[in-house]
């Protein structure tokens, strides 16, 4: 019987051609950035959402005016510099959209060069662009003219297809509201007095509720919810990389309540510097209660800065402590983009949403009953105008009972102070019914 052989397969060494490593460029963050494709001018990256260009087309890159003084811009880095890119072909025109600023924050892009003789991918910072595209022989038409019914009509639709059951109930109520003209053709002399007898249907209690928790202005909450701690759950107020964002090693290791009171972003709110102070009362703080303290200083800080004008550099450089993720999450959830503008600003809606988040959190550190007093005179606001807001969340303004004091560890002497109390189940406010006339 002939032998057996076996055979041992070497494995093959990668030799220092085959090695890939990666370095970052060492040119100045100033200088223009990578070359792309065939284009002569540096070219940032770039995203095309829809209708794709053909390799060969050409791209250029124009600086966006400022209001900033052009030796400011000179010293600028690359990516932050605004900008525009544009190109064109025969039958469409391709350039940046208003989504390009949205589509930045909290990221960052990189652009790798591979080097085949020495194996470096060298990887340099880039901005990114969302094109959009226009079809130039439709440049010159005008859109037809759509009428508030027709927009009526194609909203209802809409609704009806993908709305939840309480948009449903909302439309199914205005249709019953709405008046069939054709039917009342030769009733003209009846008009007047069906008028006066007769007025048009409200809608039931049931669905006026129903759209009133369609259109609440406050965090996502759990109606359901058995305990008030999970009415309105951490991080549906604070998203979870914001939350990891945030560091309170240098709290922990400040020396006393001064240094602490001095690394917040807003400084002047009692209600804060009292509660920081007295977490730190405990031998092993909550870490916990002070990443939320740190928090609510950034949204009243963010709430100050935003008054009047928004300019992202201006809010950056005023609360320089704060994570670049934190202020680019509020920015995004608390302002909005007006149509053809690349400007943001803070609507009414956005700042009530701004300000019930920050309460529900305050409820979170209150254990569910907080001194609206208090929040009102550090936000400079009338105490009638923050309790309705805490009524929005589904608080009672009320003194507290011998039991929750005894549940909170509070004197005697505090249940003489009303405070907004968050108990289950939840009940928001009945929304008000217009009587008949």
Known sequence: MAAMTTS??????????QRVSFALSDQPATQLGPVLAKSVVPRPLANFPSVKP???????????PTQKPATDNE????????????????????????????????????????????????????PLHILTHEVKALKGLQPAAVST??????????????????????????????????AMEG??????????????????????????????LVPQYDIDALNPNDIYPLHNMVPKPEWKALSISAYMSAGGGAERVALLPFKRSNWINDHLALAFTSPSPNKTTIKMLIYISTMIAFHKATFKDINKDAIQQKLSMVPSVVIDGLLSRFTETARGSMEARKTSEKGTM???????LCLHVDDFATDTSVLAADLSMEPAKVNTLFKS????????????????????????????ILKTPLEFPNPRIRRRT
């Not at 053909?54 to 966006?64: L, M, N, P, R, V």
């Not at 605004?82 to 949205?102: H, K, N, Q």
């Open 393 to 420: 969340l589904g608080c009672k303004i009320n003194k507290l009972t011998q039991s929750d004091l005894k549940r909170l560890g509070l004197p005697d002497s505090a249940g003489e102070i009303k405070r907004a």
């Open 54 to 64: 053909t390799k060969s087309t050409s791209f250029k890159c124009y600086k966006a």
């Open 75 to 126: 010293e600028m880095p690359f990516v932050e510099i605004p900008m525009l890119i544009a190109g064109e072909t025969e039958a469409v025109d391709f350039y940046s959209s208003e989504e390009t600023r949205r589509g930045s924050l909290g990221s960052r892009y990189l652009v790798g060069i591979h080097n085949k003789r020495t194996g470096i991918t060298t990887l340099r910072a880039a």
């Open 187 to 216: 009733v003209a002399d009846h008009l007047q007095e069906s008028i006066l007898k007769n007025t048009s249907t409200l809608p039931s209690k049931e669905e006026a509720k129903a759209n009133a928790d369609s259109t609440r």
């Open 354 to 360: 701004l300000l019930t988040h920050m309460f529900a």
């Open 149 to 182: 019914l027709q927009r009526l009509e194609a909203r209802a639709a809409l609704g009806e297809t993908f709305g939840t059951k309480k948009a449903k109930l909302a439309i199914r109520a205005q249709e019953r509201n709405k008046v069939d003209v054709s």
């Open 8 to 17: 041992k397969k070497r494995k093959r060494e990668l030799d220092d051609t």
